[in-house]
Each structure stands twice: as structure tokens, then as C-alpha cells.
């Protein structure tokens, strides 16, 4: 980074810095202008991380399935997302605009994966599940648990999305390792993407 460059950005974080020290809710400011994509897409993905969420910053998750279904990932999910309408819904006004790029840069503070080039992951999509249980005798509460697994989803998530405990959601974690006879998420997804999906 040339001293110009440098100097430019320390401007920058100290405009910020006072910025944030006159308006310090601004973070925790909700944004009514905050659509459910789901609904305004009229999206019928319920395995999707934002299906079915009030409110939810939809650019901020990964793997949603309108990023999969256009093979968008990492460092252009920002930019594919900024050009959908519930983004732009969501900052059509000056002040929720702002609200939004201070979100979106102290997420990426948090989440540097979204916004760095990385390798694309291995997701499976719910029409592999028939082909990932014919051989293990899953519950039916299994199954869904094991589509989330699949979809990355953090333990609390899959909780929320499900509506039962985080610690319900261990307990059925643990069988399904049992049943693929592994001890990890990664070890699962080891077995499941050598079984050809």
C-alpha cells in the first residue's frame, strides 16, 4: 500500500471513528426497510439458511440457495447480492443506505470469507439427500437435521430453523455420526462426498 493509499485510509477510519463515537447505535439500529427475501422472491427453499427468517441481512448468509442456484460464491456474493432487489430494497433510502454499508463493513470485519477469493466448497443440495440416507436407517427428524449439516449450517441455526434446542440438535448429531460411523462434520462430509454425491 503506497503512503498516498495509506494516508487516504487513515482518514477514512478516523471519519469513521468519530462518525461512530456521535452515533454509536447505529450497529444496533434495525432497518425497516429490511424485506424477507423469501417472500419477495416468492422462494420455495426451505432448506435455504434464510428461508422462513424475519428480517434477516440475506447477504450476510452463506450458501443461500439463489447464490447457489447462480453459482455465485465468496468474493462475488457481495457483489451479486448488491444488485438483487432486496438489497436494494433495503438501502432505497440515503440513511438506511449508510445504516447498511456500516453493517456490511463490520460484518465483513467478522466474516473476511465472504469477501476473500476462496476455492468453491462442496454443497449438497436437498435433491442428494434420497441418494446420501439409502443406505442408513435415518429418522425422518434425522434427515432434516442431516440436509442442514450438509448445507454448513452452525449447530444454533439448524436449532432456530428446526425450532427445537441447540442441545436436541447435538443429541441427533451424534446419532447420525454413529450411523455413518464417524466422529466429526468433516469426517461426514468425507464419507458423503466419496459415496459419489
Not at 18 to 34: D, G, S, V, Y
Not at 119 to 142: C, G, M, S, W, Y
Request: glycine residues 2%.
Amino acid at each position: 500500500m503506497g503512503d498516498l493509499m495509506t494516508k487516504r485510509t487513515l482518514n477514512a477510519l478516523q471519519t469513521l471513528e468519530r462518525f461512530l463515537a456521535k452515533h454509536p447505535h447505529i450497529l444496533t439500529e434495525r432497518n425497516p426497510l429490511i424485506v424477507n427475501c423469501w417472500e419477495v422472491m416468492k422462494c420455495n427453499r426451505k432448506s435455504c439458511p434464510a428461508y422462513g427468517r424475519q428480517g434477516v441481512r440475506c447477504w450476510h448468509l452463506k450458501a443461500t440457495k439463489c447464490l447457489i442456484q447462480h453459482k455465485e460464491r465468496s468474493s462475488s456474493q457481495v457483489k451479486k447480492c448488491h444488485q438483487c432487489v432486496v438489497y436494494k430494497t433495503a438501502t432505497s433510502k440515503p440513511t438506511q443506505e449508510i445504516l447498511e454499508r456500516f453493517h456490511n463493513l463490520f460484518y465483513s470485519l467478522h466474516h473476511p470469507e465472504l469477501y476473500a477469493t476462496q476455492p468453491k466448497t462442496h454443497v449438497v443440495r436437498q435433491h442428494h439427500i434420497q441418494t446420501v440416507i439409502k443406505n442408513v436407517a435415518l429418522t425422518a427428524r434425522e434427515v432434516e437435521i442431516l440436509a442442514l449439516l450438509l448445507e454448513r449450517l452452525p449447530r444454533k441455526q439448524i436449532a432456530n430453523r428446526l425450532q427445537i434446542s441447540a442441545e436436541t440438535v447435538k443429541k441427533h448429531t451424534a446419532r447420525i455420526y454413529a450411523k455413518y460411523h464417524v466422529h466429526t462434520r468433516a469426517e461426514l462430509f468425507g464419507v458423503i462426498k466419496s459415496s459419489g454425491t
